[in-house]
RNA sequence: CGCAUCUGAUUUCA
């Protein structure tokens, strides 16, 4: 059963939708009996591949296969797919949906919605769901809702609202990651603020997180892209210095 | 160095 969905979640990530359907014959004649994990895994493979009329045919023969009835995994799958496709609409009429059949959204379900409105700018739509997330018990905000929100600005130049929002977190006795600062030194690199991007770097030494390759490759980039060859080399020199091998 | 590992969902267009 766990082979099967494993080997699902391959032909989701390398996007081979057309070996689905071959799979789930072979799982048949093998006499596996199908899981939640493995339909909804097919899920993913359908909409990994932006075929969301195959995703909710999944999703509707879910809801009648007693004991695979869609589950809150199932939901955020769909909900980030239709998000992903602006069918914001639809993403609300899954979130009512689901409570129907007495599921909670969780801090996964919200963090795709953050992620969502956040690429897209609307952020008074971001920052709803998070207050939502706040005022729920069940689906308190983790360091990926942190590190959303603040790529979404930082990749849409407010620094300024990017900056407020890593102080919030902080003072909420969140952790930040290696992850979210890379987050900020992608977002000061690609709008020039050299030196916040290396302050950054500096803050994440003096506090001991641990800085890794792609911390270096973000900075190389910036640098690279600006025609800043002396502080390019000097960052990759830097890197094998602190003993991160460059990939 | 190679092999293995890398969860059915979200930050990862490094």
């Not at 080997?7 to 057309?18: E, Y």
């Given at each position: 059963?766990a082979?099967?969905?494993r080997?699902?979640?391959?032909?989701?990530?390398?996007?081979?939708?057309d070996?689905?359907?071959v799979l789930?014959?072979?799982m048949?004649e093998?006499?596996?009996?199908?899981?939640?994990?493995?339909?909804t895994s097919?899920?993913?493979?359908?909409?990994?591949?932006?075929?969301?009329?195959?995703?909710?045919?999944?999703y509707?023969?879910?809801?009648?296969?007693v004991?695979?009835?869609p589950?809150?995994?199932?939901y955020?799958i769909l909900?980030?797919a239709?998000c992903?496709?602006?069918?914001?609409?639809k993403?609300q009429?899954?979130l009512?949906?689901m409570?129907?059949?007495?599921?909670?959204?969780?801090?996964?379900?919200?963090?795709?919605l953050?992620?969502?409105?956040?690429r897209l700018?609307?952020?008074?739509h971001?920052e709803?769901?998070f207050e939502?997330?706040?005022?729920?018990?069940q689906?308190p905000?983790?360091i990926w809702?942190?590190n959303?929100?603040l790529?979404s600005?930082?990749?849409?130049?407010?620094t300024?609202?990017m900056e407020?929002?890593f102080?919030k977190?902080c003072s909420?006795g969140m952790?930040?990651?290696?992850v979210?600062?890379n987050?900020?030194i992608?977002a000061?690199?690609r709008?020039g603020?050299?030196?916040?991007?290396?302050?950054v770097?500096?803050?994440m030494?003096?506090f001991?997180?641990?800085?890794d390759?792609v911390?270096?490759?973000?900075?190389?980039?910036a640098?690279?892209k600006?025609?800043r060859?002396?502080q390019?080399e000097?960052?990759?020199?830097r890197?094998k210095?602190r003993?991160?091998?460059p990939?």
């Amino acid at each position: 059963g766990a082979t099967f969905v494993r080997l699902m979640g391959m032909l989701g990530k390398s996007k081979r939708p057309d070996l689905a359907p071959v799979l789930l014959q072979k799982m048949v004649e093998d006499k596996c009996p199908p899981s939640v994990e493995l339909y909804t895994s097919l899920v993913s493979v359908y909409t990994r591949s932006n075929l969301l009329d195959k995703a909710f045919v999944v999703y509707e023969d879910m809801k009648h296969q007693v004991g695979c009835e869609p589950d809150v995994w199932t939901y955020s799958i769909l909900i980030g797919a239709c998000c992903e496709s602006c069918m914001f609409d639809k993403a609300q009429e899954l979130l009512a949906e689901m409570e129907q059949y007495g599921l909670q959204p969780n801090t996964v379900t919200y963090n795709t919605l953050i992620n969502q409105y956040g690429r897209l700018g609307m952020f008074s739509h971001m920052e709803q769901v998070f207050e939502d997330m706040e005022r729920k018990s069940q689906c308190p905000p983790d360091i990926w809702t942190w590190n959303s929100i603040l790529k979404s600005y930082g990749v849409k130049g407010r620094t300024d609202k990017m900056e407020s929002w890593f102080d919030k977190l902080c003072s909420s006795g969140m952790e930040p990651d290696v992850v979210t600062f890379n987050t900020l030194i992608k977002a000061y690199g690609r709008h020039g603020l050299y030196a916040k991007m290396q302050a950054v770097v500096a803050y994440m030494h003096k506090f001991l997180y641990p800085v890794d390759v792609v911390t270096y490759n973000l900075m190389i980039d910036a640098y690279g892209k600006a025609g800043r060859v002396v502080q390019m080399e000097e960052v990759f020199k830097r890197m094998k210095l602190r003993g991160v091998k460059p990939n």
